[in-house]
């Protein structure tokens, strides 16, 4: 059998079956960012001219943060960042009407990109559904407030991935009609807003949220968080001051500001933006509101902040709770939710261990909680608790990335996650992932959201305390 190819609207484009399923990689969706483009809104491409040859990921965007091993990032180089890639079944034909999932990655929205190893399709396609991973801008490129250049820039690339997929998966052999979205972390942050906006249920019916629900800073909050990378640019926080500049070196530029910083400190550097227009209010509200138009899955890992443990100690010594409130306030950290996490753990927690309690909750099982229920029924809730056998020994942040993928032997999860996580639970968290996205419920024995007896755990058995998350309002 040669290698695949499908003519679609975008163009005539010319794949590889690898793994038994049809992959098609760095498939432009939107002109390159760069010179006059840099800092706006993206425009789509045309129709690509001759056969375009979709074998090799497209360039990575500029990292505006860098990780040591095990969560280093392939680095790409080229403009033409924007990109996405499709992975569907190899006797997958034009008008299959397949289930769709499309993945948004994670990275505090300062770094990633869809060439990482882990977040290879090659499952979900063996499962019959059409995947589709894309590039966004991230960094100072995508979501650092600039006073003259449009917020929430790395939205906007998502959105039009996701318009490219409504014109162009029938092709594939997907159904565009049956689009599922998810991420993890700050793509999960980015999937959870989206469903707040006027393009749920067009792009897009249902949405898998791990580990993140989007917490937008107001106008205000965003220019101060730009603050500390002025000193490292050396240049006015504008578009028109940076864009001649070089954006790999400017990211660089970024990143060495961002390795002074403490690794909780990173968490609101590059926030989305209330802007009264796409994102129009704070996305944890609204999902805590009330039920929105997409039927969503929702849920974090028990022991979120452990995944900076991996780097070294980083509570700090002094003033332990009340810095941590006053980093977390743009996440709805206020004096009385710190108190009640003092009242609630006093007894049994140091004040360092509270602190992490207070990261995890504050940055993602806080506005979990408050998604979870105020979706109620439209949402399916689960709480992820297996531990690693390595680093700290715990279901921290990022954990639950290889078992949803089925991807538990990947070289780069197995670094964290060690080399003998169990494929079983592989096989349960991918096959209700598969199921959701495929019926729109995740198996057999998991009933919508109503109270903590809904609560589906992976891994072993544990409780939430919901005396403490409820102390987050939004």
């Not at 609207?9 to 483009?37: F, H, K, N, T």
């Not at 680095?75 to 397949?98: C, F, M, Q, R, S």
């Not at 580990?211 to 107001?218: E, L, N, Y």
């Not at 060690?418 to 495929?438: C, K, M, N, S, Y």
Request: glycine share 10%; proline share 8%.
């Amino acid at each position: 059998m040669g290698n695949p190819v499908v003519d679609c609207p975008a163009g005539e484009i010319s794949g590889a079956l690898v793994g038994g399923v049809a992959r098609y990689l760095g498939i432009p969706y939107a002109q390159p960012p760069v010179g006059e483009r840099r800092f706006r809104l993206p425009e789509p491409v045309d129709r690509l001219p001759g056969v375009f040859r979709a074998t090799e990921f497209g360039p990575t965007p500029p990292a505006s943060m860098e990780l040591p091993e095990p969560y280093s990032y392939p680095v790409i180089e080229g403009d033409d960042w924007l990109t996405l890639n499709v992975w569907a079944p190899a006797d997958a034909e034009p008008g299959a009407k397949l289930p769709v999932y499309v993945w948004i990655y994670g990275g505090s929205f300062a770094m990633g990109s869809s060439a990482q190893s882990l977040f290879d399709g090659t499952a979900f396609a063996r499962d019959g559904i059409v995947y589709v991973s894309i590039n966004y801008r991230v960094g100072l490129e995508g979501f650092t407030h600039l006073a003259d250049a449009p917020d929430n820039r790395g939205l906007h690339d998502q959105i039009l991935a996701l318009q490219w997929v409504q014109e162009n998966i029938e092709a594939f052999g997907g159904d565009p009609a049956r689009v599922t979205i998810g991420g993890e972390s700050a793509g999960s942050m980015s999937v959870s807003t989206l469903a707040t906006t006027t393009y749920a249920g067009s792009l897009f019916q249902q949405v898998i949220c791990e580990s993140g629900i989007g917490v937008a800073a107001p106008v205000e909050t965003a220019r101060k968080a730009a603050m500390p990378l002025h000193a490292g640019l050396g240049l006015h926080m504008a578009a028109k001051a940076l864009r001649d500049g070089d954006p790999r070196q400017h990211a660089a530029a970024v990143a060495k500001v961002m390795r002074t910083l403490s690794p909780h400190n990173v968490l609101t550097l590059f926030p989305p933006v209330i802007d009264g227009d796409l994102v129009p209010v704070n996305p944890a509200a609204r999902l805590a509101s009330g039920p929105v138009p997409v039927r969503m899955l929702i849920g974090n890992n028990r022991k979120e902040s452990d995944f900076w443990r991996v780097f070294g100690e980083f509570v700090p010594s002094d003033r332990t709770l009340t810095a941590l409130g006053e980093l977390l306030r743009p996440f709805g950290a206020v004096p009385p939710v710190v108190a009640a996490y003092q009242e609630v753990y006093g007894s049994s927690l140091t004040a360092g261990e509270i602190f992490l309690e207070l990261l995890s909750d504050g940055a993602f099982g806080g506005p979990t909680y408050a998604a979870q229920t105020g979706q109620g029924e439209n949402c399916y809730a689960y709480y992820f608790t297996w531990p690693s056998s390595i680093h700290t020994k715990s279901a921290m942040h990022t954990l639950d990335l290889g078992f949803a993928f089925d991807n538990i032997a990947d070289p780069g999860f197995t670094l964290y996650g060690g080399e003998d996580a169990p494929q079983e639970l592989a096989d349960d968290v991918h096959g209700r992932w598969v199921d959701f996205i495929t019926t729109g419920t995740p198996g057999a024995g998991w009933s919508p959201f109503r109270s903590e007896e809904d609560l589906h755990v992976f891994g072993p058995a544990a409780e939430r305390n919901t005396r403490a998350l409820s102390a987050w309002t939004y």
